[in-house]
């Protein structure tokens, strides 16, 4: 089973997205996800001038062999552009395989270990009533857990603060925004954030938050340790994990539960956090952790130390994305939780998809492989459109993490 074509599509139906379609010599075609944010057309590059000329010939049925030869025969290993490359195809063949053998993928990857994926959105506003407004919508929709940011007083804007209702997309046309930031300012405010949510919505509803990279370790552990009356499901990114024993910090002052990951790459940016316990949910994903045969593995590795997955699901993944993580969470035993931002109606016309949402939880649907295509002439009615993520700077005009 030959792959005989192979091609790269780029198309920005609301926001920019990668696709790569394999092709056998048998006629079944496999769909992977290649999107990097901000930086799509690096990957695009990657896949159209060093991958496809190698993949031509190769047998389709290879999956493991395929992925240790983009991965160890590139020599340059890992790095966002590289395994998001290495994702698109492994997922890509992950479909075909589960297409040849008329098979849902997570049916070939050992079964159902639950009977839907407990998803969570995203509830903001520019002020705490706003938010709690938000979150309101939010249950009336279904959903039993939710993500909760809000603007900060005296701030111009906020990370997490949404221009939809049910999306948030921060990436912008031409020269990437500029962000003001106050560390102080934010730990102040966010505990009366959650404080408010939980006199409105009692204890019942999971409330989660993303720090998105901002602080220190000793200003997250604080936010941690005031934030434990309200009992989060998790804080996010508390801190930037490039230093990994950071995470020893927080955890000696706070129970707050940890969630890290959706930056990370590889199994190496996780392996400490995960054998040292330091986190309780690793955010990884499908797309930027080098496909499901990658992501296997760590879920494997923090089976071992009680920590549960919950990855990434903005939506600069796409449907093709959105569809291999909820296989991969449905079969996956040490499930946490999984982020779903719904999509504009114009991707989801362009990847029409199986998978759907009910109650608070998502099932990826029962259509062999991935059960997510995409119709090509209306995605080449959508050409890409150069767009940034912000920058972030402090008051004082010092560059932040975004």
């Known amino acids: 089973m030959k792959i005989v074509d192979a091609k790269v599509i780029v198309c920005c139906p609301g926001r920019n997205f990668v696709t790569l379609k394999l092709t056998t010599e048998d006629g079944v075609y496999g769909l992977g996800d290649a999107t990097l944010n901000g930086r799509e057309l690096a990957v695009a590059s990657y896949l159209k001038d060093y991958v496809i000329p190698l993949l031509i010939g190769r047998d389709a049925r290879r999956i493991e062999d395929t992925w240790q030869y983009f991965y160890k025969g590139a020599y340059w290993r890992r790095g966002p552009v590289t395994m998001s490359a290495i994702a698109a195809v492994d997922t890509a063949l992950w479909d075909i395989k589960g297409k040849v053998m008329n098979a849902p993928l997570y049916q070939l990857l050992g079964g159902a270990s639950r009977d839907a994926v407990l998803v969570y959105g995203h509830a903001s506003g520019s002020g705490i009533e706003e938010t709690v407004q938000a979150a309101a919508h939010y249950i009336k929709g279904g959903y039993k857990a939710i993500r909760a940011q809000s603007g900060i007083p005296g701030l111009p804007s906020t990370y997490g603060v949404g221009r939809g209702v049910m999306y948030y997309e921060p990436a912008e046309k031409d020269a990437p925004p500029e962000n003001s930031w106050s560390s102080e300012a934010y730990m ?152 779903y931002m719904k999509h504009t109606d114009e991707t989801d016309r362009v990847f029409p998809h199986a998978y759907k949402f009910e109650n608070g939880l998502m099932h990826p649907g029962d259509a062999p492989g991935l059960g997510v295509d995409i119709e090509e002439e209306l995605a080449a009615k959508y050409p890409y459109a150069v767009a940034y993520l912000p920058v972030n700077r402090k008051l004082d005009g010092t560059m932040h993490n975004w």
């Not at 954030?193 to 938050?209: I, S, T, Y």
């Not at 990951?261 to 590889?266: C, D, P, Q, S, Y």
């Not at 309780?280 to 920590?307: K, P, S």
Request: hydrophobic fraction near 40%; charged fraction near 20%; include cysteine.
């Open 188 to 339: 102040n405010f966010v505990p009366s954030l959650f404080a408010r949510l939980r006199k409105e919505f009692g204890n019942e509803l999971h409330l989660l938050h993303d720090v998105h990279h901002r602080l220190t370790p000793m200003e997250a552990a604080r936010l941690g340790k005031e934030l434990e009356p309200h009992h989060l499901f998790w804080l996010e990114d508390p801190t930037p994990a490039e230093l990994q024993e950071g995470f020893r910090l927080i955890r000696q002052h706070t129970t707050t539960p940890l969630a890290v990951g959706e930056v990370f790459n590889t199994i190496y940016d996780c392996q400490q956090l995960i054998q040292e316990q330091l986190i309780d949910y690793i955010r990884t994903t499908v797309v930027h952790a080098g496909g499901i045969t990658h992501l296997r593995r760590i879920a494997n590795l923090a089976e071992m130390y009680q920590v549960r997955t919950g990855s990434h699901g903005a939506t600069d993944l796409s449907p093709v994305c959105m569809g291999a993580a909820l296989h991969f969470d449905l079969s996956v035993h040490n499930f946490g939780i999984q982020e």
